[in-house]
């Protein structure tokens, strides 16, 4: 099964504009909320739209806090990602304050009727064993069980040292596989996709290196998780929308799916 998850619903109305566009359409069937961002219509404009799952896309490094938090904002803004890496690794953030702001977003989609069925993080800060660690304790309590994987697949669209992947995958892993094991998660994360990490010209390339990944790569006892960002990537928002995309997928025989979807399976 392929997930294809729109994230950073609610950072810009483009985002928003452009995952309703396609969402519930074909390949996208899921998305991530940016609650510290998202207005309350969006969340109804969301809510409106069926067989898609919606997960909540932790934010603490872009935009406002929904708390007061000395160590990790600077009137009221959060440190830039560059700048909370620092912090973390010279021991300067509280976590109380962090685990704070995780559960303030958490309850702010809550309080607004949305079901989380999974989390993943803005800029992917839940690589980092000190963020993960206080999701997992704030998931606990809201009864979160589905996270985005740590282990990224970097070959199936570019060139890409062997070497240096295994050694990124398995320090993630490494250091982060206690809480991670409290979670169900996507096993294998498609990075550098056409259209956003890969230069394409045309859908129609896109296409073709998509069929070209599915029949050298693609593994159909594993859950794959394709990120999109449909703001960043023009033509990738094309692909999305496209119906030979789809096509693509049926005839490869891949299952496109949700996160209630791999709920249930594992289940």
């Known amino acids: 099964m ?17 995952i309703l566009d396609t969402i519930g359409r074909g390949a996208i069937r899921s998305t991530t909320i940016a609650s510290n961002y998202v207005t309350d219509n969006q969340l109804i404009r969301l809510r409106g739209i069926g067989d898609i ?3 909540i896309h932790l934010n603490i490094t872009e935009g406002k806090a929904l708390g ?7 009137n009221g803004d959060f440190f830039s990602k560059k700048d909370l890496v620092k912090k973390i690794l010279l021991g300067k953030i509280n976590g109380k304050e ?6 303030l977003q958490i309850e702010r989609l809550l309080d607004s009727g949305v079901a989380i069925s999974h989390i993943d993080t803005h800029q992917n800060m839940h690589f980092f064993p000190q963020i993960l660690s206080l999701i997992r304790i704030e998931a606990e309590k809201y009864n979160i069980k589905i996270i ?5 697949e970097y070959f199936w669209f570019a060139r890409y040292s062997r070497a240096r992947a295994l050694i990124k995958n398995s320090s993630v892993r490494f250091f982060c596989h206690k809480d991670l094991n409290h979670f169900d998660y996507s096993h294998r994360i498609i990075l550098n996709a056409p259209g ?19 029949d050298n790569y693609y593994d159909p006892s594993v859950f794959y998780e ?14 999305y929308k496209d119906e030979r995309f789809i096509e693509l997928l049926n005839k ?11 709920g249930q399976a594992k289940s």
Not at 2 to 18: E, L, P, Q, R, S
Not at 197 to 212: F, I, K, N
Request: charged share 25%; net charge negative.
């Open 148 to 152: 985005r994987g740590l282990r990224s």
């Open 98 to 103: 962090v685990g704070k702001e995780i559960s």
């Open 68 to 74: 007061d938090h000395s160590t990790i904002t600077s």
């Open 226 to 239: 394709v990120p999109c960002h449909l703001k960043l990537g023009h033509l990738e928002y094309e692909l």
């Open 53 to 55: 799952s919606t997960g």
């Open 2 to 18: 392929i997930i294809f998850n729109a994230d950073d619903y609610g950072m810009t109305k483009d985002d928003v504009d452009k």
């Open 196 to 214: 956003l990490g890969y230069e394409c010209d045309s859908v129609e390339c896109m296409l073709h290196l998509w069929s070209l990944a599915i």
């Open 252 to 262: 490869s025989k891949i299952k496109v799916g949700n996160f209630y979807d791999y």
